[in-house]
Each structure stands twice: as structure tokens, then as C-alpha cells.
């Protein structure tokens, strides 16, 4: 089992920043794919960020050249830093890991979850 724990949501006004962190524990594999999801009211879950286990990442069009996904292994952490932020950028981040090195785009493959953080962006 791998117990994964967020952090770093908070409220913050248009063209703000926020770094949102994720420490795993447990089971955890160097080579596993982790990724940052998010959900907004009354809408699907939607993978926001990848880092493989070769570090190769993959980020949504919409927050492309924004955010920026990264992962400390000695740590067992993996991060997100969000800027620019915008009020649809206002969800619950969810912080996942996918058993195996490369990322599927699909939450069903994702084998562990955190209980998420909020961020709320204000206009």
C-alpha cells in the first residue's frame, strides 16, 4: 500500500501562485508514474500533470506553460507549481500514483490517491 498526503491549497487571487506538494509513504516504487489531478463542482476528475518514471512530463492544454510538475525522490515527494492561476483553475487537486514507469492519462489506472487539497482562485 502507498499512503499519499497533500498540501499547499489555499485561496489566492487571479495571476497568483500556489505549490501544492505530495509525500508518499508506504510501498512506494522510484520508478512509479505520479500525477496531479483535479475536480471541480459538477465536473469530471482531469489529470492537470504527469512526471513518468523517467521523469518525462505531460501537462494538460490548459494549464501548459503555467504549472510545472516535479518530483524529489529522496524525498518521496512530488510537486506541483502553479502560476498565472486562474479562477477556472479553482478544484481539488488530487495527488495519484500509477504502478509501472509510464503515465496513462486515464484515473481509472491510477493505483493510489491523497484526499486532495483546495485551491480556490478569485477573479
Known amino acids: 500500500q502507498v499512503q499519499l498526503v497533500e498540501s499547499g491549497g489555499g485561496s489566492v487571487q487571479t495571476g497568483g501562485a500556489l505549490r501544492l506538494a505530495c509525500v508518499a509513504s508506504?510501498?512506494?516504487?522510484?520508478?512509479?508514474?505520479m500525477a496531479w489531478f483535479r475536480q471541480a463542482p459538477g465536473k469530471e476528475r482531469e489529470r492537470v500533470a504527469s512526471?513518468?518514471?523517467?521523469?518525462?512530463?505531460n501537462y494538460a492544454e490548459s494549464v501548459q506553460g503555467r504549472f510545472t510538475i516535479s518530483k524529489d525522490n529522496a524525498k518521496n515527494s512530488l510537486y506541483l507549481e502553479m502560476n498565472s492561476l486562474k479562477p477556472e483553475d479553482t478544484a481539488r487537486y488530487y495527488c495519484?500514483?500509477?504502478?509501472?514507469?509510464?503515465?496513462?492519462?486515464?484515473?481509472?489506472?491510477?493505483?493510489?490517491w491523497g484526499q486532495g487539497t483546495q485551491v480556490t482562485v478569485s477573479s
Open positions: 495519484a500514483a500509477q504502478r509501472g514507469s509510464w503515465c496513462s492519462t486515464s484515473e481509472s489506472d491510477y493505483n493510489y
Open positions: 508506504g510501498n512506494t516504487h522510484r520508478r512509479d508514474c
Open positions: 512526471i513518468s518514471g523517467y521523469d518525462r512530463t
